[in-house]
């Protein structure tokens, strides 16, 4: 029984469209049936993002599947009407988005409208002639990044390896480097947990932990050429951007307590190269300005939940700028920085 065997080993744990799962017979009809139900039906693409679980009717290339098992996922998407306002919506600095109650309006100019609601659903529509494959990147970036910032989390635009058993966060504006220092330190056997968006919980005991965003690494073409990643590079981020997907060396799935935060800068006066800690008013700024869209760290009412992350961050964890030259010749060099540092910070214990 082939057809059923696969639709089970699909469907399993997800609890969906049980007639297609568990047919009455195996007859040649029933087969038949079967497969013209599931051509015809529409079935969710599963993930896991940041600790959540996602249901999606949209193929997202960027994110690692994770089947749904035993109940409602915590995040829906679906391609639907989407308005073109909000009624009652406050007035925002930004032409692209506004916000009324739970609910969230973005539009990406000849992309789609998205409309998230209360953190857990996400709707969208296309467009004029955009295809679903340009809006996946969105849904994966900026949309789900509100989404994050809709249940009230921390929420930071950087990406992050394993050290010691902790998250060890690389946080910075797009092409500040974050996903090139974590692909280098992949090579060098931390694995990766996660790549531009990083969202921090708190533990019962207040300990501040990353979960994993289920994502892989978005390269550019000389990143790829320059750590010799060309045998893992998988398709376009989006069609006519030199930017692509590419496979980890490892990633983890798991949550993780903080190790530390390091703030990328381009060394250049007054800033010279190395790592420093900054004080912990600058600390909390330094979170601030990290978050993914710091716009919206304002107007969705998160500017304390910033400064009282960045104080227990520092007690606990640590946060630090890391300055460096933006050249690809120096990379091993700063890796070695940071190596020495995590022997300080007792993240790593030196070989015997």
Not at 14 to 43: G, H, I, M, Y
Not at 137 to 162: K, M, P
Not at 246 to 266: F, M, Q
Request: glycine share 8%; with cysteine; aromatic share 8%.
């Amino acid at each position: 029984m082939p057809e059923q065997s696969h639709f089970r080993d699909f469907f399993v744990g997800a609890e969906l469209l049980p007639e297609l799962v568990r047919p009455r017979d195996d007859s040649a009809s029933t087969r038949c049936n079967l497969r013209k139900a599931f051509q015809d039906a529409v079935v969710p693409y599963c993930y896991s993002v940041s600790g959540l679980s996602v249901s999606s009717e949209v193929d997202l290339p960027g994110l690692v599947a994770s089947p749904v098992k035993g109940r409602p996922p915590d995040v829906t998407i679906r391609r639907q009407r989407v308005p073109q306002t909000l009624e009652s919506a406050v007035t925002s600095r930004s032409p692209t988005w506004e916000i009324a109650g739970d609910r969230f309006l973005m539009r990406i100019a000849g992309v789609a409208r998205f409309l998230l609601t209360g953190g857990h659903g996400i709707a969208f529509e296309l467009e004029d002639a955009a295809a679903e494959a340009d809006v996946a990147i969105f849904l994966t970036g900026t949309v789900f990044g509100v989404l994050l910032h809709q249940r009230q989390q921390v929420v930071l635009h950087a990406s992050a390896v394993r050290v010691g058993g902790k998250a060890v966060i690389f946080c910075g504006p797009s092409g500040a480097g974050k996903s090139t220092i974590a692909a280098a330190l992949g090579e060098r056997g931390y694995p990766l947990l996660n790549d531009d968006v990083c969202a921090i919980a708190t533990a019962s005991d207040g300990a501040p932990m990353v979960h994993s965003d289920g994502r892989k690494l978005k390269l550019w073409a000389h990143s790829i050429e320059k750590l010799d990643l060309a045998e893992r590079r998988g398709e376009r981020v989006r069609s006519r951007l030199e930017k692509f997907y590419v496979e980890p060396e490892e990633a983890l799935s798991e949550p993780l307590p903080l190790g530390a935060v390091y703030a990328l800068r381009e060394a250049r006066p007054p800033y010279a190269p190395g790592i420093e800690a900054p004080n912990v008013v600058d600390a909390a700024l330094v979170l601030r300005r990290s978050a993914y869209r710091p716009l919206l760290v304002s107007r969705m009412g998160q500017k304390a939940d910033y400064f009282h992350a960045a104080t227990r961050i520092a007690n606990v964890a640590g946060i630090f700028h890391l300055t460096r030259a933006l050249d690809f010749a120096r990379m091993q060099e700063v890796v070695a920085w940071l190596e020495r540092h995590w022997l300080e910070l007792k993240l790593t214990e030196k070989a015997a």
